[in-house]
């Protein structure tokens, strides 16, 4: 995605031969024109799949889910890491442990918003080891519903995340490929540009 991969080179600092930061457009300030139309190529890529529900983890996936699931006029659920104050104790829940971020989150979904029958899209900020997108699966089955597919805006795809999914059968959709952030530059799948 084009519009992306721009925003990557122009806004997005490689900080390490693991880590992209992209704070000016997705992890704390948010580009809504760039979210919406992250979100509108997610809805078409998997615009044949009957998607009933949009699933994501809080924080960060929450921006680039919304508009997925506003064009596919579905709902959003986001599982929480912590349990709401006024949240349900009938939940279904998983762990996912955070290499990157080196701590152990809980996912946690009411009971009330995933059903048997549910046919479940995925969607993430960043696939790096694939944790919370395999958290999220875990959940979406417990609860007896479909896993459609797994979407992450940005995946580093010299780490093992889509491989870990694909192994499991899920389709998944990254609308930017990060071959490698090497020497401080970003190296897209099939193409070879230079970072800031
Ligand atoms: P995984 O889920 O694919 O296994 O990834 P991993 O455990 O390695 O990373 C988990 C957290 O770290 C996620 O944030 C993810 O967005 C973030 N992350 C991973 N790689 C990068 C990176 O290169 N750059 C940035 N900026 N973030 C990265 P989280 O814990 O869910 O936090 P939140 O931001 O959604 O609240």
Known sequence: M???HQAIRERGRVLSEDILKVDNFLNHQIDTQLMAAVGQEFAKRFQDQSVTKVITLESSGIAPSFMAANTLDVPLVFARKKKALTGSEDVYTSRVYSYTKQELNQVIVSK???AEGDRVLIIDDFLAH???ALGLTEVVEEAGA??????????KAFQEGRTQ???????VESLARIESLS???VTFIDEVVTNK
């Open 165 to 171: 999914l694909e192994m499991e059968g899920y389709q």
């Open 146 to 155: 479909t896993v459609v597919g797994v979407g992450a805006v940005i995946e």
């Open 112 to 114: 009330e918003y995933l």
């Open 130 to 132: 694939g944790n919370a």
């Open 2 to 4: 084009e519009a992306l």
């Open 183 to 185: 020497n401080g530059e």
